[in-house]
């Protein structure tokens, strides 16, 4: 039987071509069934707070700088979504001095417009954003070399050899509306895959790449970056990938519920644990990733139930 089409962008997949009995099961999830989930390889972790929430998410950087020495640097690929870690993180580092010279750091992704990554200067900037609210409020006695931080460019293959520099210790991220981390959207319903999408080992071959985005993923970022003004959304990215992801010992999902709603919270969690592999749910090909860790916010888990407003 043919899958359903989308009921977001028929041309795309993405979780709404799913069978609808996942869709019911990961709905009925409740707060008390989340940790159950866990199993070897996949960890649930939930945080009563927000200043417990966002703390822990800081110390993952401060954790993995902390092992990078000159014989072995080590690293951490952080997210722009979400973003309140960030000046923690560099509070931190300079309460501790904790010197980064052998410690470094891969930017997920980065907006891609006019044939070219954007410049510092866009408003969007993920790159600007990570230096504002993290770097360049690190003491410069203490701030890891420019040569250490890497951002996703136009030259693709500069980044991609970046990650053969050092060892990364976690690859941590937020969800988005179509599930994905990164960048790593469902790709459009079109040519092989018109019928079903890629295989996880198709999907899993795909590098640090120039990818057009879901449409979904445009209105997210319009909403929670841009006002709402999907206008002001480029429609590309550079996204790093999962041969990447597979290339970093975890990797650390955040939910604070300010991302993906209460639905989208459930449903990766259950795919993964279960091992439900679906390229249209990309974030469930982190279920054949060794180390994987979810976090939760208790406060931000939300409910299904159907309410009017």
Aim: charged letters at 25%.
């Amino acid at each position: 039987m043919s899958r359903p089409l989308s009921r977001i962008a028929p041309e795309w997949w993405d979780y709404t071509t799913l069978d609808a009995e996942i869709i019911r099961d990961a709905a009925a999830i409740t707060l008390e069934d989340l940790p159950r989930l866990s199993r070897p390889g996949f960890q649930i972790v939930l945080h009563d707070s927000l200043e417990d929430f966002y703390l822990a998410e800081a110390l993952e950087y401060i954790s993995a700088w902390r092992q990078a020495t000159a014989d072995d640097p080590v690293g951490i690929c952080g997210p722009i979504g979400p973003t309140e870690q960030l000046p923690l993180v560099a509070r931190l580092v300079n309460e501790l001095e904790l010197d980064l010279r052998h410690s470094h750091f891969w930017g997920m992704d980065e907006w891609f417009e006019d044939g070219r990554d954007v410049p510092v200067t866009h408003p969007l900037s993920f790159e600007r954003a990570d230096r504002e609210l993290c770097f360049d409020r690190i003491r410069a006695d203490l701030r890891m070399p420019e040569f250490n931080l890497h951002f996703p460019k136009s030259d693709i293959d500069s980044y991609v050899a970046s990650w053969s520099i050092a060892r990364c210790a976690v690859m941590q991220g937020g969800q988005g509306d179509t599930k994905h981390w990164a960048f790593n959207d469902p790709v459009r319903r079109e040519g092989n895959f018109l019928d079903i999408p890629p295989s996880s080992q198709e999907y899993r071959t795909l590098g640090t790449r120039v990818v057009e985005l879901h449409p979904l993923t445009l209105a997210q970022n319009a909403r929670t970056s841009g006002g709402g003004n999907i206008t002001m959304v480029p429609t590309m990215a550079i996204s790093v990938g999962p041969r990447e992801t597979w290339r970093a010992e975890k990797v650390s999902i955040w939910h604070a519920g300010t991302h993906d709603n209460p639905l989208g919270q459930r449903l990766t969690a259950m795919m993964i644990s279960k091992r439900i592999v679906d390229s249209s749910v990309p974030m469930s090909l982190l279920a054949d990733h060794p180390c994987v860790q979810f976090h939760y916010f208790r406060g931000g888990f939300g409910s299904c139930a159907v309410a009017m407003h």
